[in-house]
C-alpha cells in the first residue's frame, strides 16, 4: 500500500512537443504528491508539488494534473526543451502527519533537439 | 541547496570494509534522512533522524547504522560494507517551514569491490 508506481521507465521527446510522466499510488490517506527532477551527478530537486483538494496545478511549462478517485497524478512538461532532460521523480506523503516520502523508481526524460 | 552538504562525494571500498558517510546542515532543521539511489529503485529510506539521539529505520535499514549526536551532523555507517551497498547514497532534510519539503543534499558516490 505503500508503493508508488510511475510510467514510463524511458521517455524521448522532440523540442517544443509535451512530456506526459504518470504515477499511481494505493494508499488512500496519501495528502500531498510532489514530483522532484534530478540532473546528472546532483540530488533531486523539488519541481512542483500538489494536494489532492485541488485537481490541476500550473507552475510555468510544469503542469501536474490529479485524479482522486482513480488514485493517480501525472506530470506535463510543456513545450519541452533540451534542459528539461532529466530523471524524473514523484512521490507521496501523507504530509499532515509528517510521514516519509514514498518515491517512483523515476523516469529518464531526453528532449531531442 | 537548504544548506546541506555531504562528505565524501566519492567513496571506493573493499568488501568487509566500515565506512561511514557524513551529512552536514547548516539551518538546524530537526528532521535529516538518508537514501539510497538505485536504478530502477528510485530513492529508498535507510534511515532518519528526528532530533538529536533520535532516529529509526527506513525501509532499508539492513546493513546500515546511523548516529546523530548535534543537530547538524547525520552520520550513516556500513560497518561491513558489501557490493550490494555500492549505489549513491543522499541525505535530505525537511523544512517545516516550507510545507514539510525534503530538500536534498548533493550525493555520495559510494563502490564496493
Known amino acids: 500500500q505503500q508503493q508508488v508506481k510511475q510510467s514510463p521507465q524511458s521517455l524521448i521527446v522532440q523540442k517544443g512537443g509535451i512530456s506526459i510522466i504518470n504515477c499511481a499510488y494505493e494508499?488512500?490517506?496519501?495528502?500531498?504528491f510532489p514530483w522532484y527532477q534530478q540532473f546528472p551527478g546532483k540530488g533531486p530537486a523539488l519541481l512542483i508539488a500538489?494536494?489532492?483538494?485541488?485537481s490541476e496545478k500550473k507552475e510555468g511549462r510544469f503542469t501536474i494534473s490529479f485524479n482522486k478517485s482513480a488514485k493517480q497524478f501525472s506530470l506535463h512538461i510543456m513545450d519541452s526543451q533540451p534542459g528539461d532532460s532529466a530523471t524524473y521523480f514523484c512521490?507521496?506523503?501523507?504530509?499532515?502527519?509528517?510521514?516519509?516520502?514514498?518515491f517512483g523508481p523515476g523516469t529518464r526524460l531526453s528532449v531531442l533537439p | 541547496d537548504a544548506g546541506i552538504t555531504q562528505s565524501p562525494r566519492h567513496k571506493v571500498t573493499e568488501t568487509g570494509t566500515p565506512v561511514t558517510l557524513r551529512c552536514h546542515q547548516t539551518e538546524n532543521h530537526r528532521y535529516m534522512y538518508w537514501y539510497r539511489q538505485d536504478p530502477g529503485h528510485g530513492l529508498r529510506l535507510i534511515h532518519y533522524s528526528y532530533g538529536v539521539k533520535d532516529t529509526d529505520k527506513g525501509e532499508v535499514s539492513d546493513g546500515y547504522s546511523v548516529s546523530r549526536s548535534k543537530t547538524e551532523d547525520f552520520l550513516l555507517t556500513l560497518e561491513s560494507a558489501t557490493s550490494s551497498q555500492t549505489s549513491v547514497y543522499f541525505c535530505?532534510?525537511?523544512?517545516?517551514?516550507?510545507?514539510?519539503?525534503?530538500?536534498f543534499g548533493p550525493g555520495t558516490r559510494l563502490t564496493v569491490l
Open positions: 535530505a532534510i525537511r523544512e517545516r517551514s516550507r510545507n514539510n519539503e525534503q530538500f
Open positions: 512521490a507521496a506523503s501523507m504530509i499532515g502527519y509528517g510521514q516519509n516520502f514514498v
Open positions: 494508499n488512500t490517506a496519501f495528502d500531498y
Open positions: 500538489i494536494r489532492p483538494d485541488v
